[in-house]
């Protein structure tokens, strides 16, 4: 018969966790129970009892948990059946499960079936305690993450834009006045603040929402095609031009054009683009009739304009023209309390996508508040979405991330005579130890000790570069 390997648990502070947590306790040997129960209310969980696989199936059905501790040799019905039908009664809790030494692959087959993780027995009373206090702080995680979530769905901005920092908050009011004018309004912000979407929220929250909205990038057009997509073209007009074909300006009558990238129009189109503005017409290249036009000029840039006028690569008349209304969009830097709302939005829209939950660990977390974020919100939307993609467990942790944003220590060596091992050392020896354990298997290894497989990968890599 196995036995947990009862010993005094450490002094050490007492662990509570955020909220008061549910923990069912399935073994079907009492002793085992009762120690468990201990530790577990010495932690903060409200703990609840199982003989068997039947007993906890029935408690399940009136009672609310959040984890389970489940043995998986028991009568009557398995562990690994009773892991199946409770993951299919709850797919949300969190089941870690409890396996005899020798056994580890039908720990393995319980990770692939669902298992957040496993313990073998027989087990200290510490080491419980500390594999409870993971659980833990995954619950909490995960309640924190979906607090931020609801916190983002009643506190988006105008048009989706995400963040109520009191930056924000100004840009919202200038929206709001931009919106309901007919006025051109000159976007200003660094690369990957936002501008489009600014520029789409200022559309589409006035009058001019049911009239077409239609982006152009000056910044990524050939200059000699800017003025025959602006203004279009007749036929013959140029080799190529076999049919007369509307410019987008025309094309967008009585919507918005949004030039972005406008400080990178060539000179001589800016006038030529002036003159549409004051004139509302347009002359298609090739044609000697003018067009008559009605939109709404909204213009983006990430060039400071007045210096621009000042050197003489941007006409001050254009420059005037287009700023009659203007509004700068914050760097995320500057509104770094916006960053967790941020993070929880793409983070649920990669859930909605992927349809699999993952969850920041608090490690990682400090490290994207830490970040400065040079390429702005649109550098912390690949971020996520590239740790995302490539961690294969549920938690994506510090390692996860790019080195520049996870800003990582390299470890030195220690004496030979030193009795204190790095951590680094510690951390080799027990991947090592993992996949000698899973003979070989990496993808079991990473999922085991919570880390991606492309980490563990990395990892490898560079034992075999320090070998």
Not at 158 to 163: A, L, P, Q, S, T
Not at 275 to 300: C, F, W, Y
Not at 328 to 341: A, F, W
Not at 431 to 453: F, P, S, Y
């Amino acid at each position: 018969m196995t036995s947990v390997a009862v010993s005094p648990i450490s002094a050490t502070p007492q662990f509570q966790p955020s909220n008061f947590l549910n923990l069912m306790i399935v073994d079907d040997e009492r002793a085992i129970r009762e120690a468990c129960r201990e530790v577990a209310q010495s932690l903060g969980f409200s703990a609840l009892v199982a003989d068997s696989a039947e007993h906890a199936i029935r408690l399940l059905e009136t009672q609310s948990v959040d984890a389970i501790l489940l043995d998986l040799r028991l009568p009557g019905t398995g562990g690994l059946e009773a892991l199946r039908r409770i993951k299919e009664r709850r797919p949300d809790t969190i089941v870690v499960v409890v396996t005899g030494y020798g056994t580890v692959q039908s720990a393995v087959q319980a990770m692939k079936n669902g298992a957040y993780d496993y313990v073998t027995k027989p087990f200290a009373l510490d080491e419980l305690k500390l594999l409870l206090e993971r659980v833990a702080n995954h619950l909490k995680l995960k309640s924190e993450n979906r607090l931020l979530r609801e916190k983002v769905k009643s506190k988006q901005g105008f048009g989706g834009i995400v963040g109520r920092s009191p930056e924000m908050e100004k840009l919202y009011r200038i929206i709001a006045k931009a919106s309901n004018s007919a006025h051109p309004v000159l976007i200003l912000g660094e690369s990957g603040t936002g501008k489009e979407m600014v520029a789409r929220s200022i559309h589409y929250s006035g009058p001019f929402r049911d009239k077409p909205f239609i982006p152009v990038d000056c910044g990524s057009l050939v200059p000699t095609l800017i003025e025959s997509e602006l203004f279009g073209y007749v036929k013959g007009a140029f080799t190529g031009a076999n049919q007369t074909k509307d410019g987008l300006m025309a094309i967008a009558e009585g919507g918005t054009i949004f030039l972005d990238e406008v400080g990178e129009l060539p000179v001589d189109l800016q006038a030529k683009l002036l003159r549409a503005l004051q004139e509302k017409e347009i002359r298609p290249v090739g044609s000697t009739r003018r067009v008559p036009i009605n939109v709404r000029i909204l213009a983006a840039t990430n060039r400071d304009l007045e210096h621009a006028v000042m050197q003489g690569s941007f006409r001050r008349d254009l420059y005037f023209r287009l700023n009659v209304l203007n509004l700068r969009i914050p760097p995320l830097r500057e509104r770094r309390g916006d960053l967790p709302l941020l993070v929880a939005h793409f983070m649920d829209r990669m859930v909605h996508n992927s349809g699999n939950e993952k969850v920041l660990t608090d490690d990682a977390t400090k490290a994207l508040l830490a970040y400065d974020w040079p390429g702005n919100v649109r550098e912390l939307e690949n971020c996520l979405e590239r740790a995302y993609a490539f961690t294969s467990g549920p938690l994506i942790q510090i390692t996860d991330l790019p080195r520049e944003i996870a800003k990582l220590p390299i470890s030195a060596p220690a004496p030979n005579n030193s009795k204190i091992v790095p951590i680094a050392e510690l951390e080799k020896q027990t991947i090592l130890h993992a996949l000698q354990e899973l003979n070989g298997d990496k993808l079991q290894a990473a999922r085991l000790l919570g880390i991606g497989k492309t980490t563990l990968y990395r990892k490898l890599k560079d034992y075999a570069l320090q070998a």
